[in-house]
């Protein structure tokens, strides 16, 4: 069946690092791709997204290409900032009438000053 | 502001207790979910409902009940039938003709069992 798998975390990182979170997927179809964010005690929020190949999702400095030859998505921003700490959620969207998400675990982020 | 309102933040339930959690939304969305979240985990959907007094099971429904007599509401009966009921619950909403494909959701509950 659909599945996404998220690398493990928590990853850890200096102030201004590079970041790389690792998506990749499983689908039948051609789905749509989605970054979620989870800040501590709040729900997620949509962060970016592509639904066809070769799209590149960007927001807040946070970029993503949506890579079907590798079925993947990873998630890439250039200068990492202590409020970027939080939880990332890779999550690809079903085909059919019923909107419905396949989630990855997660990947809790930590930016150290 | 529009948004999503759940209640409360943190519940407590008895054995052999049912407990319902609030969501309400004044986003006009049409489509509303709630999703389990468990530590380490992704969230898995529990129901959705795209229209008012109809709904579906997800993945994980088994002791869990809902209503969508209204719009704006989707409240989540967690009952003594789901034996492991301590987790993270959110609730979220979207417009069903809506091209951006985005879930809000709300600041979730965490239910614990005492």
């Known amino acids: 069946g659909d599945s996404v798998t998220q690398m493990e975390g928590p990853v850890t990182l200096s102030e201004e690092a590079f970041l790389t979170i690792n998506c990749t997927y499983t689908?039948?179809?051609?789905?749509?791709l989605f970054w979620y964010v989870q800040y501590p005690g709040e729900g997620l929020q949509l962060l970016l997204k592509?639904?066809?190949a070769d799209d590149k999702g960007s927001n807040k400095g946070f970029e993503a290409t949506y890579r079907k030859e590798t079925t993947s998505f990873h998630l890439e921003k250039g200068s990492v900032q202590v409020s970027d700490s939080a939880v990332y959620f890779c999550?690809?969207?079903?085909?059919?009438?019923?909107?419905?998400?396949?989630w990855g675990a997660g990947t809790k982020l930590i930016i150290k000053p | 502001d529009g948004g999503i309102t759940q209640s409360p933040k943190y519940l407590f339930r008895k054995e052999g207790q049912n407990v319902t959690l609030s969501c309400e939304q004044n986003?006009?969305?049409?489509?509303m979910y709630w999703y389990r979240q468990d530590p380490g985990q992704g969230l898995r959907l529990i129901y959705y409902?795209?229209?008012?007094?109809?709904?579906q099971k997800g993945d994980i429904a088994e002791g869990y009940s809902v209503s969508r007599e209204k719009k704006e509401s989707f409240p989540l009966t967690v009952t003594s039938a789901q034996k492991n009921p301590t987790a993270f619950y959110l609730c979220?909403?979207?417009?069903?003709?809506?091209?951006?494909?985005?879930?809000?959701f709300g600041s979730g509950t965490q239910l614990s069992v005492l």
């Open positions: 979220a909403s979207m417009r069903a003709s809506d091209n951006t494909e985005k879930l809000f």
């Open positions: 986003l006009n969305h049409d489509a």
């Open positions: 409902s795209q229209i008012v007094n109809d709904f």
């Open positions: 689908a039948t179809g051609y789905p749509s």
């Open positions: 592509a639904t066809k």
């Open positions: 999550a690809l969207r079903v085909g059919g009438s019923n909107y419905q998400l396949i």
